[in-house]
């Protein structure tokens, strides 16, 4: 167990819909990062947030967006659903903005019909 | 481009032998270099990694990997190979930079056959 936690674990949604993951980090880590994991992509990041503001992006999509809370949880938050974002979206946490180890979460599994 | 490469996305041993899974990046400034392993249906777990510390690492389950700057090489080791080690393999990059992004090599499925 590597102390970040997501939900849902699995997603089932059509295609235009919008849908939300969660992400809560390891106590007193402030940075967050969702990366994104298919079959023809591979993992690839997306976004990063350190304590409540956007540090790096990625190969995020603009349909596709993120934000970190006070409480540093995050959310990230995909709209108009395509059958290509059918995908593993993972969180990892980190003390510092950069530099050290990222951990993981299980995993929220996306299916989009 | 910065990048990471890992040569061969499947990879069968037989248990007791060894593990060798490859891994190159592709830039002028040694970066951060990672292992993560993903079993079926979990999250990615640290194996190991290099940060300019010794050029041997060495992490958890009896792996290891040795930084080579002359070959832009991070590949990963383990002396026997158990049932247990299947499954898939990432290296990971973090170039230089104010920032955590990682960037993933393609993964290797290794099999370990009885």
């Known amino acids: 167990d590597s102390g970040v936690t997501q939900t849902p674990k699995h997603l089932i949604t059509a295609t235009g819909q919008r849908v939300t993951l969660r992400c809560s980090p390891r106590?007193?880590?402030?940075?967050v990062y969702w990366y994104q994991q298919s079959l023809d992509q591979g993992l690839q990041f997306l976004i990063q947030?350190?304590?409540?503001?956007?540090?790096a992006k990625g190969n995020i999509l603009e349909r596709f967006s993120a934000q970190q809370f006070p409480d540093l949880h995050s959310e990230l938050n995909l709209s108009s659903l395509e059958l290509g974002d059918s995908a593993l979206y993972f969180c990892?946490?980190?003390?510092?903005?950069?530099?050290?180890?990222?951990?993981f979460g299980p995993g929220t599994r996306l299916t989009v019909l | 481009a910065q990048s990471v490469t890992q040569l061969g996305s499947h990879v069968s041993v037989s248990e007791g032998a060894l593990v060798l899974l490859r891994c190159n990046y592709s830039?002028?400034?040694?970066?951060?270099l990672f292992w993560y392993v993903q079993y079926p249906n979990q999250g990615l777990q640290l194996l190991l990694k290099?940060?300019?510390?010794?050029?041997l690492v060495k992490g958890i389950n009896g792996f290891e990997a040795e930084f080579k700057k002359s070959e832009t090489s991070f590949h990963l080791t383990k002396p026997s190979a158990h049932m247990s080690d299947a499954a898939e393999y990432f290296c990971?990059?973090?170039?230089?930079?104010?920032?955590?992004?990682?960037?993933f090599g393609q993964g290797t499925t290794l099999q370990v056959k009885p």
């Open positions: 990971a990059v973090r170039f230089s930079g104010n920032t955590g992004k990682l960037i």
């Open positions: 290099y940060t300019s510390a010794a050029t």
């Open positions: 830039s002028s400034v040694p970066p951060y």
């Open positions: 990892a946490s980190s003390p510092l903005v950069a530099g050290d180890t990222q951990y």
């Open positions: 106590s007193g880590d402030l940075s």
């Open positions: 947030y350190y304590n409540g503001e956007e540090r």
